[in-house]
């Protein structure tokens, strides 16, 4: 596990749940050692998840200590490579590795949960799109503001949201560089959830222990048929249900809610994610 006295992002455990943790006080912001910790969080993330893992993280969650989630980039990292010997060359290099992360999140075989209590901006509000579900306490705020240094958001946020909101709202979003607040995108369908202020982080982690409650390997293979139709269309789901939801019968899960189903009624059953 990565060194959580030193490192700006780490993973905890709470059970079931991979909890990713972005530490940088006081205000998260995003630099080289906070991009290479994702780096090697998600790679965690990836041995932690898989299947037939004794210990199997079945959800994962992000969440930010501090006032604020993330106040975004640390400019000075832009600007050592807008005035380094090769900025093209380095910049392109800098959104492959930071796409590479955001990727990894999405294409993890479990749900995904991003937690925001509060101001998230820039990187950290394209992680919490590369997830599958966000949460936002009602004080929360959102943002992509990288025009004011000149950027499009290039961590794969324009592109996701577009999925979320549409492609409108998503250039709105960005073309203005304003902060939304939590209500609004719950409104666009960008944030799932808006949660009481109060006891929002414990509510979080209820929701993502919940999710880790479920069937693991359903929850992996209804990720593969919503993201295919998102991207492909509804008929290119199609094509692909019977291989994805076919061994599931299969699964010691999905035997056993059956058996308790007919034996003890529905919503009774407890799975063990394999």
Same mark, same amino acid.
Request: glycine fraction near 8%; aromatic fraction near 6%; include cysteine.
């Given at each position: 596990?990565?060194?959580?006295?030193?490192?700006? @992002?780490?993973?905890?455990?709470?059970?079931?749940?991979?909890?990713?943790?972005?530490?940088?006080?006081?205000?998260?912001? /995003?630099?080289?050692?906070?991009?290479?910790?994702?780096?090697?969080?998600?790679?965690?993330?990836?041995?932690?998840?898989?299947?037939?893992?004794?210990?199997?993280?079945?959800?994962?969650?992000?969440?930010?200590?501090?006032?604020?989630?993330?106040?975004?980039?640390? #400019?000075?990292?832009?600007?050592?490579?807008?005035?380094?010997?090769?900025?093209?060359?380095?910049?392109?290099?800098?959104?492959?590795?930071?796409?590479?992360?955001? &990727?990894?999140?999405?294409?993890?075989?479990?749900?995904?949960? /991003?937690?925001?209590?509060?101001?998230?901006?820039?990187? %950290?509000?394209?992680?919490?799109?590369?997830?599958?579900?966000?949460?936002?306490?009602?004080?929360?705020?959102?943002?992509? @503001? $990288?025009?004011?240094?000149?950027?499009?958001?290039?961590?794969?946020?324009? &592109?996701?949201?577009?999925?979320?909101?549409?492609?409108?709202? %998503?250039?709105?979003?960005?073309?203005?560089? $304003?902060?939304?607040? =939590?209500?609004?995108?719950?409104?666009?369908? @960008?944030?799932?959830?808006?949660?009481?202020?109060?006891?929002?982080? $414990?509510? =979080?982690?209820?929701?993502?222990?919940?999710?880790?409650?479920?069937?693991?390997? %359903?929850?992996? %293979?209804?990720?593969?048929?919503?993201?295919?139709? #998102?991207?492909?269309?509804?008929?290119?789901?199609?094509?692909?249900?019977?291989? @994805?939801?076919?061994?599931?019968?299969?699964?010691?899960?999905?035997?056993?809610?059956?058996?308790?189903?007919? $034996?003890?009624?529905?919503?009774?059953?407890?799975?063990?994610?394999?």
């Amino acid at each position: 596990m990565t060194d959580s006295a030193v490192a700006p @992002v780490r993973i905890e455990r709470d059970g079931d749940v991979a909890v990713v943790v972005l530490d940088r006080p006081p205000l998260n912001l /995003f630099d080289e050692s906070v991009f290479a910790a994702l780096e090697q969080v998600t790679a965690e993330l990836v041995a932690l998840t898989a299947p037939g893992r004794a210990d199997r993280a079945r959800a994962v969650l992000v969440e930010a200590r501090g006032k604020v989630v993330s106040g975004g980039v640390d #400019v000075t990292a832009f600007r050592a490579i807008a005035e380094g010997p090769d900025p093209a060359g380095e910049g392109t290099a800098l959104w492959a590795r930071l796409l590479r992360v955001a &990727q990894t999140v999405e294409d993890l075989p479990v749900p995904t949960v /991003f937690a925001a209590h509060g101001l998230t901006l820039t990187a %950290a509000f394209e992680l919490a799109l590369a997830c599958d579900v966000l949460l936002a306490a009602e004080r929360a705020s959102f943002g992509l @503001v $990288e025009i004011v240094v000149g950027l499009t958001p290039s961590m794969g946020g324009p &592109q996701r949201l577009a999925e979320r909101a549409g492609p409108a709202r %998503a250039k709105e979003l960005i073309f203005t560089g $304003e902060r939304y607040p =939590a209500a609004v995108l719950e409104r666009w369908d @960008v944030v799932n959830r808006v949660l009481p202020d109060e006891g929002f982080a $414990e509510a =979080a982690r209820d929701y993502a222990r919940r999710v880790a409650a479920g069937p693991t390997v %359903a929850h992996a %293979a209804t990720k593969r048929l919503v993201t295919t139709a #998102v991207r492909h269309g509804a008929r290119a789901a199609d094509d692909v249900t019977p291989q @994805v939801s076919g061994p599931l019968f299969a699964t010691e899960d999905l035997r056993g809610a059956v058996v308790s189903f007919l $034996e003890d009624g529905p919503g009774k059953a407890g799975y063990r994610g394999r």
